[in-house]
């Protein structure tokens, strides 16, 4: 299956994202999901849903979570190959929602405490967590 294309900029709000997302072919609406799951997407459907509880940093992280399965078209999230798209997708929405330049002069200025530095990238501390793993993982074949 090709993948589906789509331009997610780091400096885009979670009310910027819905908008561009709305020119996809994915339709996105939110619900209360059940505790622990922030989103969900369905490719037969090809519907994201957002848990509207959630505050706008995390809705704008699940966001993109869920758009990057829906760019490769992921339908299952179970197993040993579930395991893997969801390492990917994680992988892949960390790359894109963190400058590399801003996260370095952040672990700089904030000596790597993941809290404030998620904070100024707006992003959540796991999907920092995330992009830490791809540095490191990127530095081992360096």
């Known amino acids: 299956m090709p993948e589906r294309d789509?331009?997610?900029?780091?400096?885009?709000?979670?009310?910027?994202?819905?908008?561009?997302?709305?020119?996809?072919?994915?339709?996105?609406?939110?619900?209360?999901?059940?505790?622990?799951?922030?989103?969900?997407?369905?490719?037969?459907?090809?519907?994201?849903v957002i848990d509207?509880?959630?505050?706008?940093t995390q809705k704008r992280c699940t966001l993109v979570h869920e758009?990057?399965?829906?760019?490769h078209g992921d339908?299952?999230?179970?197993?040993?190959?579930g395991a893997r798209m969801e390492r990917r997708t994680r992988r892949e929405t960390a790359a894109l929602l963190i400058p590399q330049i801003e996260y370095a002069t952040l672990e700089n200025i904030y000596d790597g405490e993941a809290y404030p530095m998620a904070a100024e990238l707006n992003v959540t501390e796991q999907v920092?967590?995330?992009?830490?793993?791809?540095?490191?993982?990127?530095?081992?074949?360096?």
């Open 6 to 48: 789509f331009h997610i900029d780091s400096s885009m709000t979670y009310g910027d994202m819905r908008r561009y997302a709305d020119m996809l072919d994915v339709t996105i609406c939110s619900d209360l999901l059940p505790q622990g799951i922030e989103g969900i997407y369905d490719e037969a459907l090809r519907m994201i």
């Open 52 to 56: 509207r509880s959630l505050d706008y």
């Open 67 to 71: 758009l990057v399965h829906w760019s």
């Open 75 to 81: 339908d299952s999230c179970n197993g040993i190959m």
């Open 128 to 142: 920092l967590r995330d992009y830490k793993e791809l540095i490191l993982d990127r530095r081992q074949y360096v």
